[in-house]
Structure formats: structure tokens, C-alpha cells
């Protein structure tokens, strides 16, 4: 065997799991090797970069759909009014007390005709004492029909009719004269047209209820007068609509003995009486003519009238008549047809000749 620098050429074999460093082929296969490495593990880390901001954006985009849900729900839950807290429109108001709200807010309307009454007035009108400066206003008076259903054992005497028209008086006409309008509540330009208002009434044995509901039970008719100071000009429907609307308050919230167990508003009739029609017209002529008429006068008496037409034929005929004249008579009508047969016949019949005797 030959030798290299004292080796056996056998030596120089490769032997197995080992390379040699000077072959060409066995270096660029590490350097691949390498580079694959590399390549992975930069493939790692870019892969967990991308989570890591994936999951950044996809925290920040819960919290801040929750943070904006939770002030939602904070804004609507503010404007929520819960009946536990709410001021009530119907609460009960003794001799001595006000109105749950106070009358002072002005509602959500600029343009007020009337001021809202004050908290001493709805206390006076709660109390029935009189309001200064009533006197000097238009008064207007109001019926009032009630159907009264009392319990079995009672009858309709006076002090049942006192309680029932101070009751009416505490707790429904503070309400006629706007002491329980909200301070967010909507209402029309002369709601607060009523200054001042009371009840007198009396009971109708005479008179029988009309539901038919209530005339089997212990039912009584009574008629209630409703007058009201007026602040200004308002059509007497618009207070009837005003009353009309306290008939639920009428029937449950007047707070009465055990002796009512029934109460209805059937009807509102308008006491006051209209002015009646004037008999002359209510535009009277002027004393003095316009300055300005709408025609000219004129001067003297005017002319008879015409006797011959107005319309004169015109003297000279048309040159271009629309029909040229016929001069003389008109000939007579002739005897003869007006289409003669020609002289000479066709040398083409229209029909072709029948060859032999025409049958019979």
C-alpha cells in the first residue's frame, strides 16, 4: 500500500460519521444546513411577533367596545326615571299641604301666555281662599255631573256632600290650575290660564242615575258648580277638555270614606251664557264716502237707451264673398239620370258571354 506523509492510503478513507474539512462539497452542504436553520428560526419568531400583536389589537378592541357599551348604559340609565323616585302627579293634598312638585317649575315651553301659579296660590286653592285680584278677572261656571254609588246602609245627607265637594276642591282644582304639571312636562301656551277656582254643589234626590250598571245599587245624582277665574281669553272647550281629563282623578284619588264606593263624571256642561246676536250687522257703513272709488262717477244723467241695433251692417260689401252670387233663377231639376250610358259598348265585358241558350 502507498503511503501520504507516513499514512496508509487506507487511512485516507473516510471513515463513517466523519468528513473532511478541505472537500468542497462537504463545506457548502454545512453552509445550507445553516442557512435553513436560520431561516426557521427567523420563521419562529416572525410568527410569534405577529400573534403577540394580533392579540394586542384583538385586547384593545374588547376593552374598548365594553368601555363604550358601559357609558352607553350609564347615559340611558341617567335618563331614566324610576317610579320609586319619580314625583307623583296625583298626590293626595290635605287642607294644610301643597303639591308633591313644586309649582314654580316653569315646563318646557318659551313661549308662555300665562305664569305658572305660584306654590301660595295652589295652597289657597287647595284651602278654598280667595286669591287676590280674582275679582278684577272674566269668571267662568261649569256643570258638573256626578253619579254617586254609596255603600248600602248610607244615604246622600249634607255632610256626605260637603266631604265629597272638599275633596273635589283639594285635590282637583290645584290640578284645573296646573300645581301638578312636571317641570319637564309639555303643555300649551295658556295651560295656566286659571288664577283662581271653587266648588259648590248639591244632591238630586229627585234625579236617577243613568248607567244602567249603577242604577240597581245605591246610586245618586248630584250636580256640582265649577267657577273659575280666567287670566285671559280661552275657549270654554279647552276648560271642559281640562276637566275631562281630571275623570280618572275624580274616581279613584279623592281619598273619601268608606261611605263612597263609587264615583263617575258623566257629563260637563258650560254655565255661562253667550252674548246673543246683535239684530244690526256688526260692520256698519262709513260715515264718509271712500276718497278713492273704485269707478269713476259720472257726469250727469246717463243716456236712454238706443233704439236701433248697436251693430251696423257695413256699407260696403265684401270684394271676396265666401260664396259667388247665383245670377238669375235656378235651373229646374233634370228629367233624365245625370250618368247616361256611353254610346259605344265595351269591347271587354265585365261578364264573360254564355256559349249556347241560356237555360231556362
Same mark, same amino acid.
Given at each position: ?55 394586542? *389589537? ?16 350609564? *347615559? ?163 276648560? *271642559? ?120
Amino acid at each position: 500500500a502507498e503511503t501520504v506523509d507516513g499514512m496508509d492510503a487506507e487511512e485516507l478513507v473516510a471513515r463513517p460519521g466523519e468528513t473532511d474539512s478541505c472537500d468542497p462539497n462537504v463545506v457548502f452542504e454545512n453552509d445550507n444546513s445553516k442557512k435553513k436553520r436560520r431561516r426557521g428560526v427567523g420563521f419562529c419568531f416572525c410568527c410569534c411577533f405577529l400573534l403577540l400583536i394580533g392579540g394586542g *389589537i384583538a385586547v384593545w378592541f374588547f376593552h374598548f367596545r365594553n368601555d363604550g357599551s358601559i357609558q352607553d348604559s350609564e *347615559i340611558n340609565t341617567a335618563d331614566i326615571q324610576y317610579p320609586s323616585t319619580a314625583p307623583s302627579s296625583l298626590a293626595p293634598m290635605g287642607p294644610g299641604s301643597s303639591p308633591t312638585v313644586s309649582p314654580t317649575a316653569v315646563p318646557v315651553l318659551d313661549e308662555l301666555i300665562f305664569e305658572p301659579p305660584s306654590k301660595s296660590n295652589c295652597d289657597a286653592i287647595a284651602n278654598n281662599e280667595t286669591i287676590a285680584g280674582r275679582d278684577e278677572l272674566d269668571n267662568a261656571d261649569f256643570g258638573l255631573n256626578l253619579e254617586v254609588v254609596l255603600s248600602e246602609n248610607s244615604t246622600m245627607t249634607r255632610p256626605l256632600v260637603d266631604e265629597l265637594l272638599t275633596a273635589i276642591q283639594e285635590k282637583i282644582l290645584p290640578s284645573l290650575a296646573g300645581c301638578n304639571i312636571l317641570a319637564d312636562e309639555f303643555v300649551e301656551a295658556w295651560r295656566f290660564v286659571i288664577l283662581d277656582a271653587f266648588v259648590t254643589g248639591n244632591a238630586k234626590p229627585d234625579e236617577t242615575c243613568n248607567n244602567a250598571d249603577l242604577v240597581g245599587q245605591n246610586c245618586h245624582r248630584m250636580n256640582v258648580q265649577l267657577d273659575v277665574f280666567l287670566k285671559g281669553f280661552v275657549r270654554f272647550l279647552d276648560i *271642559i277638555r281640562l276637566v275631562s281629563d281630571e275623570e280618572v282623578n275624580i274616581a279613584n284619588n279623592l281619598d273619601l270614606s268608606d261611605n263612597f264606593s263609587i264615583i263617575q263624571l258623566v257629563a260637563i256642561d258650560s254655565l255661562t251664557p253667550t252674548n246673543a246676536p246683535t239684530i244690526m250687522p256688526s260692520d256698519a257703513p262709513s260715515e264718509s264716502p271712500s276718497t278713492r272709488p273704485s269707478m269713476a262717477p259720472v257726469v250727469g244723467p246717463t243716456p236712454p237707451p238706443t233704439k236701433s241695433p248697436t251693430r251696423n251692417p257695413t256699407e260696403i260689401p265684401s270684394t271676396r264673398p265666401s260664396m259667388a252670387p247665383v245670377v238669375g233663377p235656378t235651373p229646374p231639376p233634370t228629367k233624365s239620370p245625370t250618368k247616361i250610358p256611353t254610346a259605344s259598348p265595351s269591347t271587354r265585358p265585365s261578364m264573360a258571354p254564355v256559349v249556347g241558350p241560356t237555360p231556362p
